[in-house]
């Protein structure tokens, strides 16, 4: 649950520190004084949409930090175990906002991008506003409703995937069948090109030790003579290398004294003439042994011949040919019978049809179940909001088309019957701004109660409520908060009077420069906003007796 708020440099906020507990938090104010800067704070924190016009005049920056508890959270801890950013118990998600409009986002001091912090945001917090209102004449938002009530939205979303799925092959299919003519002309020179390379079949460097072979044949007369010419001047005769080093060796013998300085120079002679000698054997038996093959060589030259007119044909490099190869034959597998033949393709789409049948049709069943359970939770919170006769209905409407659709087997709408004996029609035609707002509490409320978030906040979200019904909306609040976190912007001090914990928000000018204050009241504090939120700034003792009595009464209702 949300355990801090910092914001600092926000709207008209210099600095604010709140702290939270577990319940149902009031903010309650004058309007004006700011109360949304707490809940558009924490909407930024979640990942909201910024703008340089919410730094304070004259700051740097914007900052604000909102600090969690995740003990109780498992999708929140399994998230941040993915992503390497957990740190035990705390979340401490962080939002900077520049005076130019830059933005940077950290989740547990580590920077990250936007997305992550929506991501994570969405397991902490769900926010429920008036402007909820009018996205509940969506048809789409009706079936993210009814998914989330009936706890398959991980079904939906394997029923979407499995729809792109479909519809992407379905395409590819389409698109081969319009292109039918090219497809089999592409095919048929697919053939050709292939079998071409196939019958050169060119290996991998071969090409490189062909053109080493080819310089060794064609350059063996020239090797043959420089061999020959080599290994007469090292033994043939007495001018060779061997004769010449063998004349210096005797003349060092026959020194008529022993001169151990040229010992070493007497060594190295006698091993360069052994050295001498094995080399011209080894030449005398290359030139013996070695042998001219213009066959080979014709045939080498014809096969790198062939090598270089295949590239040029395709125009390529020599180098290129072999992966040139394997990838006309991967095309050619792909549309001659393989994954993008026609067979393959029609095989593939009635797979993934039944699929998609298979998750869609489990996915109706549970919608269905989970519809007819929430129409009549909903009319028991609209009995409670003095609805009694309206007639609220989920309302799914089957397609008939027999094919896969992107949200399963049906539509999903919200429909009401405002009278008794009057058909069901959609809100948007039935229900007036008053209604509305009742009914999307009774909506929301119930929604809440099934979610996994832990930290509900309702911004204004009893507007157009009063007289008694107002005392059940504050019921309604308390008995979420009893099991979780709930804040609550009011404007109705029925509602402010059931809180556990009541934030007052006002503004004062200083200097010529207007602040924003949050404070905690204690009780007599709260006594005081109530009968202010009762009767205004004149208050009498009537209204603060008036105020102490639904205080009182809202604090003692065990819910």
């Not at 209905?393 to 087997?409: F, I």
Request: aromatic content about 4%.
């Amino acid at each position: 649950m949300l355990t801090e708020l910092t914001v600092s440099n926000y709207a008209i906020a210099e600095r604010v520190e709140l702290n939270f507990r577990q319940g149902m938090t009031a903010l309650t104010g004058e309007t004006g004084a700011g109360k949304s800067i707490v809940l558009d704070a924490l909407g930024l924190a979640m990942g909201g949409r910024a703008d340089a016009g919410a730094v304070r005049h004259g700051a740097k920056r914007a900052d604000i930090t909102a600090s969690f508890d995740i003990g109780r959270i498992p999708d929140a801890r399994e998230w941040l175990e993915e992503h390497e950013l957990d740190d035990g118990r705390d979340c401490i998600l962080r939002r900077t906002i520049s005076k130019e409009g830059r933005s940077k986002a950290f989740i547990n001091g580590q920077p990250c991008p936007l997305s992550q912090l929506k991501e994570l945001g969405s397991t902490l917090m769900d926010i429920h506003s008036q402007h909820q209102h009018q996205s509940l004449l969506r048809k789409d938002t009706h079936r993210r409703l009814l998914d989330e009530f009936a706890g398959c939205e991980s079904l939906a979303a394997d029923t979407g995937a499995a729809w792109r799925a479909w519809n992407q092959t379905r395409q590819k299919l389409h698109q081969r069948r319009q292109n039918a003519d090219e497809a089999e002309a592409r095919l048929q020179l697919l053939r050709y090109q292939v079998e071409e390379l196939d019958r050169l079949a060119l290996e991998d460097g071969e090409q490189t030790a062909l053109e080493e072979e080819q310089a060794q044949l064609s350059q063996a007369d020239a090797v043959l003579h420089s061999s020959h010419q080599a290994a007469l001047l090292c033994t043939e005769d007495e001018t060779s290398a061997a004769g010449l080093v063998r004349q210096a060796l005797q003349q060092l013998e026959q020194l008529p004294v022993e001169v151990p300085a040229l010992a070493d120079t007497l060594q190295m002679l006698s091993e360069a003439e052994i050295q001498i000698s094995e080399a011209g054997d080894n030449l005398r038996h290359f030139v013996d042994d070695y042998e001219a093959d213009p066959a080979r060589l014709s045939e080498v030259e014809d096969r790198l011949s062939s090598i270089y007119q295949m590239a040029r044909k395709h125009r390529i490099t020599p180098e290129e040919l072999p992966e040139f190869h394997q990838r006309l034959a991967a095309e050619l597998a792909e549309l001659d019978g393989g994954a993008g033949s026609l067979e393959q393709l029609e095989a593939e789409l009635a797979e993934q049809q039944a699929r998609f049948d298979t998750l869609a049709s489990e996915l109706t069943d549970k919608r269905q179940r989970a519809a007819a359970e929430l129409d009549q939770r909903i009319a028991e919170e609209l009995a409670q909001l003095s609805m009694p006769s309206v007639q609220f209905v989920t309302h799914l409407n089957r397609n008939d088309d027999g094919e896969p659709a992107p949200h399963g087997q049906e539509d999903i709408e919200f429909l009401v019957s405002a009278n008794p004996g009057q058909p069901a029609r959609p809100l948007a035609k039935v229900a007036s701004g008053g209604e509305l707002s009742r009914i999307s509490l009774a909506i929301q409320v119930v929604v809440a109660q099934t979610s996994t978030t832990p930290t509900l906040v309702f911004d204004e979200v009893d507007v157009g409520i009063g007289g008694g019904t107002a005392e059940v909306v504050g019921r309604l609040l308390r008995s979420l908060g009893e099991n979780g976190q709930v804040l609550c912007v009011t404007h109705l001090p029925q509602v402010a009077a059931q809180s556990h914990q009541h934030l007052f928000v006002s503004k004062f000018t200083e200097a010529e420069t207007t602040y924003s204050r949050i404070e905690t009241l204690d009780d007599q504090g709260r006594i005081s906003e109530v009968a202010r939120m009762l009767g205004g700034m004149d208050m009498t003792e009537h209204t603060i007796a008036h105020a102490r009595e639904m205080y009182t009464k809202g604090q003692a209702t065990h819910h």
